[in-house]
Antibody
Framework: QVQLQQWGAGLLKPAETLSLTCAVF????????WSWIRQPPGKGLEWIGE???????THDPSLRSRATISLDTSKNQFSLKLSSVTAADTAVYYC????????????????WGQGILVTVSS | QSVLTQSPSASGTPGQRVSMSCSGSYSNIGSNTVNWYQQLPGTAPKLLIY???QRPSGVPDRFSGSKSGTSASLAISGLQSEDEADYYCATWDDSLNGQVFGGGTKLTVL
């Protein structure tokens, strides 16, 4: 059974770069969309972006290219970097494995990492 | 404001059947499959329904999903106290070129 374990810094100052890593245990990268999703305190879920097993990545346009998502198959890990953070980036960040059916672009996410609260404060 | 619209809250008593809706548009629900997640307090979301109406292994058949046009719904029958959670719908939006979530429905078991 695939499990995801994530880590990274939990407290940042404005303008710094958020850096999180997610390790994949018990499965391969092939055929999946490795994703990052965040949840601001008391709010709903927001898709940040994904990296495919090929290494190609995409992110939500609202992040204005601040997000970089990459894959390291040799370590069975994928990572998120988010530059120039502000208080609006304060959230619990989750990594997740995405799959999509034929004929639809919608991904379903399963499993999820445990989540990390990242706080941006001066 | 979320691209997919969910009622903020729903409630029911143990044993009841409750349903919640997720409303979108042609570019998202109208063109792609819908997934549902359950988030218990203080925990990561858990996949509940995928491809509109499929249940992952381990999800009780009390949970069911459906989709029609630009709307989807999640129904829970035989409501139990442990079903008290936030429920999110999600799909892909072809116009935004990204995955979108509803704002979530908070289910209270009275």
């Amino acid at each position: 059974q695939v499990q995801l374990q994530q880590w990274g810094a939990g407290l940042l100052k404005p303008a710094e770069t958020l850096s999180l890593t997610c390790a994949v245990f018990g499965g391969s990268f092939s055929g999946y969309h490795w994703s990052w999703i965040r949840q601001p305190p008391g709010k709903g879920l927001e898709w940040i972006g994904e990296v495919k097993d090929t290494g190609s990545s995409t992110h939500d346009p609202s992040l204005r290219s601040r997000a970089t998502i990459s894959l390291d198959t040799s370590k069975n890990q994928f990572s998120l970097k988010l530059s120039s953070v502000t208080a609006a980036d304060t959230a619990v960040y989750y990594c997740a494995r995405g799959q999509r059916p034929g004929g639809s672009s919608s991904r379903w996410f399963d499993p999820w990492g445990q989540g990390i609260l990242v706080t941006v404060s001066s | 404001q979320s691209v997919l619209t969910q009622s903020p809250s729903a409630s029911g008593t143990p044993g009841q059947r409750v349903s919640m809706s997720c409303s979108g548009s042609y570019s998202n629900i109208g063109s792609n499959t819908v997934n549902w997640y359950q988030q218990l307090p203080g925990t990561a979301p858990k996949l509940l329904i995928y491809i509109n109406n499929q249940r992952p292994s381990g999800v009780p058949d009390r949970f069911s999903g459906s989709k029609s046009g630009t709307s989807a719904s999640l129904a829970i029958s035989g409501l139990q106290s442990e079903d008290e959670a936030d429920y999110y719908c999600a799909t892909w939006d072809d116009s935004l070129n990204g995955q979108v979530f509803g704002g979530g429905t908070k289910l209270t078991v009275l």
